[in-house]
Protein backbone atom coordinates (compact mmCIF):
# COMPACT_ATOMS: atom_id res chain seq x y z
CA UNK A 1 0.00 0.00 0.00
CA UNK A 2 1.39 3.60 -0.98
CA UNK A 3 1.08 6.23 1.29
CA UNK A 4 1.67 9.96 1.32
CA UNK A 5 3.20 11.67 4.22
CA UNK A 6 3.91 15.12 5.34
CA UNK A 7 5.06 16.53 7.86
CA UNK A 8 4.89 20.32 8.18
CA UNK A 9 7.35 22.45 10.78
CA UNK A 10 6.59 24.12 13.68
CA UNK A 11 7.36 28.11 13.20
CA UNK A 12 11.15 28.33 15.33
CA UNK A 13 11.63 24.65 14.81
CA UNK A 14 14.53 25.16 12.23
CA UNK A 15 17.19 24.70 14.73
CA UNK A 16 15.64 21.40 16.14
CA UNK A 17 15.16 20.27 12.70
CA UNK A 18 19.12 21.06 11.71
CA UNK A 19 19.90 19.27 15.35
CA UNK A 20 17.92 16.25 14.51
CA UNK A 21 19.29 15.95 10.52
CA UNK A 22 21.40 13.07 10.80
CA UNK A 23 18.73 10.93 13.04
CA UNK A 24 16.37 11.64 10.63
CA UNK A 25 17.88 10.49 7.75
CA UNK A 26 19.06 7.53 9.91
CA UNK A 27 15.73 6.70 10.27
CA UNK A 28 14.52 6.55 6.82
CA UNK A 29 17.45 4.43 6.15
CA UNK A 30 15.73 1.06 6.50
CA UNK A 31 12.96 2.48 4.43
CA UNK A 32 15.08 3.22 1.10
CA UNK A 33 13.67 0.50 -0.47
CA UNK A 34 10.36 1.20 -0.04
CA UNK A 35 10.22 4.83 -0.90
CA UNK A 36 8.58 6.14 -3.58
CA UNK A 37 10.14 9.80 -2.86
CA UNK A 38 11.20 12.03 -0.30
CA UNK A 39 12.22 15.58 0.02
CA UNK A 40 11.86 18.74 2.04
CA UNK A 41 9.30 21.71 1.13
CA UNK A 42 10.75 25.21 1.04
CA UNK A 43 9.91 28.52 1.99
CA UNK A 44 9.35 31.18 -1.16
CA UNK A 45 13.08 32.17 -1.24
CA UNK A 46 13.89 28.44 -1.31
CA UNK A 47 16.01 28.96 1.44
CA UNK A 48 14.97 27.07 4.87
CA UNK A 49 12.79 23.63 5.47
CA UNK A 50 9.32 24.09 5.90
CA UNK A 51 8.48 20.80 5.77
CA UNK A 52 9.09 16.82 4.65
CA UNK A 53 7.38 14.81 1.99
CA UNK A 54 7.64 11.03 2.07
CA UNK A 55 5.91 9.00 -0.21
CA UNK A 56 6.32 5.17 0.44
CA UNK A 57 5.12 1.87 0.33
CA UNK A 58 4.53 -0.40 3.32
CA UNK A 59 2.40 -3.04 4.39
CA UNK A 60 -0.72 -1.53 6.02
CA UNK A 61 -2.27 1.26 7.75
CA UNK A 62 -0.38 0.74 11.12
CA UNK A 63 2.94 0.71 9.60
CA UNK A 64 2.39 3.64 7.69
CA UNK A 65 1.11 5.05 10.83
CA UNK A 66 4.51 3.79 12.80
CA UNK A 67 6.22 5.15 10.17
CA UNK A 68 4.96 8.86 10.11
CA UNK A 69 4.81 9.08 14.19
CA UNK A 70 7.84 7.28 15.34
CA UNK A 71 9.92 9.94 13.02
CA UNK A 72 12.20 11.32 15.28
CA UNK A 73 11.39 15.47 14.59
CA UNK A 74 7.80 14.58 14.99
CA UNK A 75 8.84 12.87 18.48
CA UNK A 76 11.33 15.95 19.21
CA UNK A 77 8.42 18.92 18.32
CA UNK A 78 9.85 19.79 15.09
CA UNK A 79 6.39 19.32 12.76
CA UNK A 80 3.30 21.52 13.70
CA UNK A 81 1.13 18.89 11.84
CA UNK A 82 0.76 15.53 9.86
CA UNK A 83 -0.92 14.40 6.70
CA UNK A 84 -0.98 10.75 5.57
CA UNK A 85 -3.43 9.56 3.60
CA UNK A 86 -3.37 6.47 1.18
CA UNK A 87 -2.02 7.44 -2.04
CA UNK A 88 -1.69 5.52 -5.80
CA UNK A 89 1.16 5.91 -7.98
CA UNK A 90 -0.13 6.45 -10.95
CA UNK A 91 3.36 7.05 -13.01
CA UNK A 92 4.61 3.64 -11.60
CA UNK A 93 8.01 4.83 -10.72
CA UNK A 94 10.40 6.44 -7.99
CA UNK A 95 11.38 9.92 -7.76
CA UNK A 96 15.23 8.13 -8.77
CA UNK A 97 13.52 6.84 -11.95
CA UNK A 98 12.64 10.22 -13.09
CA UNK A 99 14.48 10.96 -16.22
CA UNK A 100 14.82 14.79 -15.33
CA UNK A 101 17.30 14.27 -12.57
CA UNK A 102 17.19 15.93 -9.38
CA UNK A 103 18.45 18.93 -9.88
CA UNK A 104 17.12 20.46 -13.09
CA UNK A 105 15.17 23.33 -12.81
CA UNK A 106 12.54 24.60 -10.39
CA UNK A 107 10.44 21.66 -8.17
CA UNK A 108 6.77 21.77 -6.08
CA UNK A 109 5.10 19.83 -4.24
CA UNK A 110 1.28 20.42 -5.31
CA UNK A 111 -1.43 19.42 -2.85
CA UNK A 112 -5.04 19.62 -4.31
CA UNK A 113 -7.61 18.95 -0.97
CA UNK A 114 -10.69 17.59 -1.84
CA UNK A 115 -14.34 19.21 -2.61
CA UNK A 116 -16.38 16.21 -3.36
CA UNK A 117 -16.10 14.71 -6.88
CA UNK A 118 -12.73 12.75 -7.93
CA UNK A 119 -11.12 14.95 -10.14
CA UNK A 120 -7.43 14.41 -12.01
CA UNK A 121 -7.66 10.57 -11.58
CA UNK A 122 -5.32 10.16 -15.03
CA UNK A 123 -2.16 11.14 -15.11
CA UNK A 124 -2.36 14.85 -17.24
CA UNK A 125 -0.88 14.34 -21.09
CA UNK A 126 2.33 16.13 -20.65
CA UNK A 127 3.72 13.80 -17.82
CA UNK A 128 7.20 14.42 -18.43
CA UNK A 129 7.81 16.99 -15.32
CA UNK A 130 5.80 15.02 -13.38
CA UNK A 131 8.19 13.58 -10.52
CA UNK A 132 5.36 11.75 -8.74
CA UNK A 133 1.74 11.82 -9.09
CA UNK A 134 -1.33 10.24 -7.62
CA UNK A 135 -4.53 10.28 -5.62
CA UNK A 136 -5.06 11.02 -1.77
CA UNK A 137 -7.63 8.66 -1.07
CA UNK A 138 -9.34 7.40 2.68
CA UNK A 139 -7.65 5.01 4.85
CA UNK A 140 -9.61 1.90 3.75
CA UNK A 141 -8.60 3.54 -0.15
CA UNK A 142 -12.21 3.67 -1.20
CA UNK A 143 -12.68 7.38 -1.14
CA UNK A 144 -11.30 10.42 -3.11
CA UNK A 145 -9.70 13.32 -0.93
CA UNK A 146 -7.55 15.13 -3.05
CA UNK A 147 -4.72 15.02 -5.09
CA UNK A 148 -0.71 15.10 -4.55
CA UNK A 149 1.84 15.72 -7.22
CA UNK A 150 5.89 16.38 -7.50
CA UNK A 151 6.25 18.67 -10.48
CA UNK A 152 9.29 20.59 -12.55
CA UNK A 153 8.21 23.62 -13.44
CA UNK A 154 9.41 27.06 -14.17
CA UNK A 155 7.48 28.72 -11.57
CA UNK A 156 4.72 27.82 -9.06
CA UNK A 157 1.49 28.88 -10.84
CA UNK A 158 2.65 26.53 -13.80
CA UNK A 159 2.75 23.77 -11.21
CA UNK A 160 -0.13 25.14 -10.22
CA UNK A 161 -1.72 23.81 -13.88
CA UNK A 162 -1.19 20.04 -13.58
CA UNK A 163 -4.24 20.80 -11.33
CA UNK A 164 -8.06 20.85 -12.39
CA UNK A 165 -8.90 24.54 -10.62
CA UNK A 166 -12.19 25.04 -9.11
CA UNK A 167 -12.20 21.00 -8.64
CA UNK A 168 -10.98 21.66 -5.18
CA UNK A 169 -11.31 23.21 -1.75
CA UNK A 170 -7.78 24.37 -1.98
CA UNK A 171 -4.61 23.71 -3.92
CA UNK A 172 -1.48 24.26 -1.97
CA UNK A 173 1.94 25.01 -4.19
CA UNK A 174 5.34 24.44 -1.95
CA UNK A 175 8.77 24.35 -2.99
CA UNK A 176 10.31 21.29 -3.05
CA UNK A 177 13.82 19.70 -3.41
CA UNK A 178 14.68 15.94 -3.70
CA UNK A 179 15.70 14.59 -0.49
CA UNK A 180 17.84 12.06 1.11
CA UNK A 181 21.26 10.52 0.64
CA UNK A 182 20.22 8.47 -2.20
Known sequence: MEFFCYHRDRLDSLALRHELLEDHWSYMDPYGKE???RGPTL?????EPTGSV????????????AFAFDEPGYQAGVYRDVMLRRWRNRLGRTMWDYPGGPTEG?????L???AGQ???LDVPADEDDLIAYGPLLSDDGATWLGTAALVRAPDPDTACAVLTV???A?????????????
Open 54 to 65: HIVDLPDTAAAR
Open 43 to 47: SSDGE
Open 35 to 37: LIA
Open 112 to 114: GLG
Open 166 to 168: GLY
Open 106 to 110: NRYLV
Open 170 to 182: EIEVHNWQFGGRR
Open 118 to 120: AAD
